[in-house]
């Protein structure tokens, strides 16, 4: 013992020596305060918050290090701490920086060889970390390193608490592999917060910092020790912990990305590092992405939309569904409310993002197709337009629109084509517009199209172009604001600097047609013939809304607007697979329904206020075939100078043989057939106007009435329609290519 005293006492002389030495020298291992170490404390990740400040998401934006939050002592669990005290520094509360009895202790050992615990407090443990210069190499610590952790500690000491040292130690001591601080460690490893921890994790967690890599063995023989001394008096069961230790080492359950808004937070932080250059997403060399990023999201509505969507999609399961999204804008600013890419773990493409993802819109076009032609005065909603069997010829060949039901309805108004979702109308109205001029018009309000609209021809009226949810909601909003397009966000906008309102750009769509539009979409009763009177998507307040279903049931929409917000919905499957049985308003059209609901739950929607220029007129319907009108007499709107009291088909041309002519097939007519179907169920359909009519084809009888079908042929055909009594009335002449199929015996060709 005397020879122990005098070392102790010698090691104590020499090493004030030194520390007096480097006091009195300018000091190369000046350290931060406190405040300016939790202040450059960074996350691995960036906490995706809500407009209020509520936490969205957690995405991971530095792939080196696995860090959590700076979390307060008074957050660490009362276990923990005293394993840690008890495991790296006992006398944290006495000494002043360096525990010399220990560091006595230490060097005694090293002289005689002998293994002791070492003599670095947590505060010099701390400095060490704090300062680049002091940290720990492969090969230990020099002694100029020594000396500078000694002399740091003593001014942490000086400067800092005793609670903000052992605060910031524990959030920033590293404890295995990439995790650093106790709350990725509490994460990663027991998948709780650091205020949950109990002594035996604590245990196990002090052993870590001993010996960060060894294998779960060793840790938990270190553990068994820490928690003996824990809890003196205790059995401390070692081989269940070695079992426990062994199953909790090797976890990474800390998930980089957790939360309810995962693609809305990797998109806010993709925008941020265009914008700025710092490092938006995992794998980035860039500058360190800050701790928080603020959204425009509402984190309720998030949750309900998410919730809504999920619910939906576990009922049409047995359909073929697993994937959906779901978008939500705010009228007049443009902000995204809520933005759910995806059905999470129903789908087995998560990561792929609904919102943003290319696909088919089908029929939620057509409101940018009529709105187009009532704008350019092609139509009213009003005009008659035949819903009838169509064959328009194209550079490639007759293009036959069918409807949904495949049942025509006849004349109807444009008014009811639009709002029970006419396919055949669409087309003819499209002839009317153009596809290259209705391709225009979309890219103009935002619609990512990849071709030209002759590319796509006129199928485009029934969606055969790709585009995004979010740019389709987008544009519905353009026609809520009264034409006007404005960009999207999902980031708060600064408040301008001036209270002057800024002069408004001209509206890219005519705000007379936009109104017609919303009023058309906001009529049940102009939807009755193909959703019927009791349809989800009436609501009790007002809304404009339309369904598209793309072809082959591979995506199903729902996209309408209130008075304040546009909310777009599809589902489908993000592998392209198609869907079972799903309508325009068994798919989309409910969860559209209940987040609608759910943002007018207390606050109301009007419907918009006619724009200068509109006229309200009273308007009726000539008769059918049947003699009946048409539709029902109402009150329609109209842009000024379009009005007309009366729209009746024009009976003179059918009114009997003498003016009777074919209207389909068109003349020079080309068809291929089509090597995927077969011949025998082929049919080329021949429509024609008048009375008491004929169909003659290669000078051959063929069949009688308006209407006639036919098993094309290959070869050059003329077809004839001729009256009662013989006389051709009028012709066609047609061309079928491809490989045609023997007619059955007694078959007509």
């Known amino acids: 013992m005397p020879l122990a005293f005098s070392f102790s006492s010698t ?51 530095d792939p080196t290090v696995r860090r959590g939050q700076w979390i307060a002592l008074a957050d660490v669990s009362p276990a923990l701490r005293a394993a840690m005290l008890l495991s790296e520094d006992k006398r944290f509360y006495e000494h002043s920086g360096v525990d010399w009895r220990a560091a006595s202790a230490a060097a005694w050992g090293n002289l005689w060889n002998t293994r002791t615990r070492g003599a670095s407090t947590i505060t010099m443990q701390l400095a060490g970390l704090l300062d680049d210069d002091l940290r720990r190499a492969a090969g230990g610590r020099s002694f100029t390193q020594k000396i500078g952790q000694t002399v740091a500690a003593t001014q942490l000491e000086r400067r800092w608490r005793k609670d903000q040292i052992l605060e910031a130690y524990l959030n920033t001591v590293p404890f295995r592999g990439e995790i650093v601080g106790i709350d990725a460690l509490s994460r990663t490893l027991f998948s709780k917060a650091p205020s949950g921890l109990d002594a035996r994790e604590a245990a196990v967690a ?8 060894a294998r779960p ?58 914008a700025t250059g710092t490092a938006g997403t995992a794998g980035d060399s860039k500058p360190a992405a800050p701790a928080s990023v603020r959204t425009t999201l509402r984190a309720p509505l998030q949750r309900y939309a998410l919730d809504s969507l999920q619910r939906h999609l576990r009922e049409l399961r047995d359909r073929h569904v697993e994937d959906g999204a779901l978008v939500v804008l705010d009228n007049a600013s443009g902000e995204v409310l809520a933005w759910v890419g995806s ?31 009532i704008a350019e005065k092609r139509i009213t909603a009003a005009s008659l337009i035949e819903d009838s069997s169509a064959q328009i010829s194209t550079a490639s060949g007759l293009y036959i629109p069918q409807n949904y039901d495949r049942r025509f309805k006849g004349p109807v108004s444009a008014r009811t084509a639009l ?23 979309l890219r103009a309000a935002g619609l990512p199209l990849r071709e030209s609209g002759d590319y796509y021809g006129y199928s485009l009226a029934l969606g055969s172009a790709e585009v995004s949810l979010l740019s389709l909601a987008n544009a519905y909003r353009m026609v809520a604001n009264g034409g006007r397009f404005g960009a999207t966000t999902l980031t708060p906008r600064p408040a301008p600097a001036t209270k002057v309102k ?55 929409w729902a996209v309408g607007w209130s008075q304040r917000y546009t909310v777009g919905v599809w589902v489908g499957n993000a592998s392209g697979a198609s869907m079972w049985d799903v309508s325009g308003t068994s798919g989309a059209a409910p969860v559209w329904a209940e987040v609608m609901r759910f943002l007018h739950a207390r606050e109301p929607s009007r419907a918009p206020t006619p724009p200068a220029g509109l006229v309200e007129a009273p308007v009726s319907f000539g008769p059918g075939a ?39 097939p068109a003349d020079g007519t080309i068809l291929a057939i089509d090597p995927d179907i077969p011949p025998q169920r082929q049919r080329v359909r ?43 009335v009028d012709q066609r002449r047609v061309e079928v290519r491809g490989a045609g199929v023997v007619a059955a015996k007694g078959a007509r060709r």
């Open 343 to 373: 059905s999470g773990p129903l789908s087995q493409a998560a990561e792929v993002d609904g919102v943003t993802a290319l696909r088919q819109p089908g029929s939620t076009l057509k409101p940018l197709l009529y709105a187009q032609a």
């Open 11 to 61: 090691a104590r002389h020499t090493l004030a020596v030194v520390l007096l030495t480097a006091a009195a020298a300018p000091s190369a291992w000046a350290l931060a305060s406190f405040e300016e170490v939790k202040r450059d404390f960074r996350s691995s990740e960036t906490a995706v918050l809500d407009r209020q400040g509520e936490l969205l998401q957690r995405v991971r934006t």
């Open 626 to 664: 049947d003699g009946s009108p048409l539709e029902a007499a109402r009150s329609e709107w109209f842009l000024q100078g379009t009005e007309q009291p009366l729209f009746a088909l024009d009976t003179g041309m059918a009114s009997d043989a003498a003016s009777a002519r074919i209207t389909a």
């Open 502 to 556: 800024p002069a408004e750009a001209a509206p890219l769509l005519d705000p007379r047609a936009a109104f017609i539009v919303g009023d058309i979409l906001s009529d049940p009763n102009a939807r009755t013939r193909t959703f019927g009177l009791d349809s989800i998507l009436s609501t009790r307040f007002w809304t404009a809304v339309k369904t598209g279903t793309s072809k082959d049931m591979r995506d199903n």
């Open 419 to 441: 709002a029970a979702s006419l396919n055949v109308p669409a087309v003819r109205t499209l002839v009317m517009v153009s596809p290259e001029a209705f391709a225009r018009e």
């Open 686 to 728: 021949f429509e024609s106007e008048g009375r008491g009519v004929q169909w003659r084809i290669d000078g051959k009888f063929h069949a009688r009435g308006n209407s006639a079908q036919w098993l094309p042929w290959p070869g050059r055909h003329l077809i004839e329609l001729v009256d009662a009594s013989g006389k051709v």
């Open 217 to 274: 063995a060793l840790v938990a023989q270190r553990a068994c020790e820490v928690l003996r001394v824990m809890e003196p008096g205790a059995k401390t069961d070692c081989e269940a912990l070695d079992m426990f230790t062994s199953a909790v080492v090797p976890r990474r359950a800390f998930e980089p990305n957790e939360g309810i808004a995962p693609h809305a937070a990797r998109r806010v932080l993709r925008e941020l590092r265009d």
């Open 206 to 213: 002090a052993a870590l910092v001993r010996a960060p890599n």
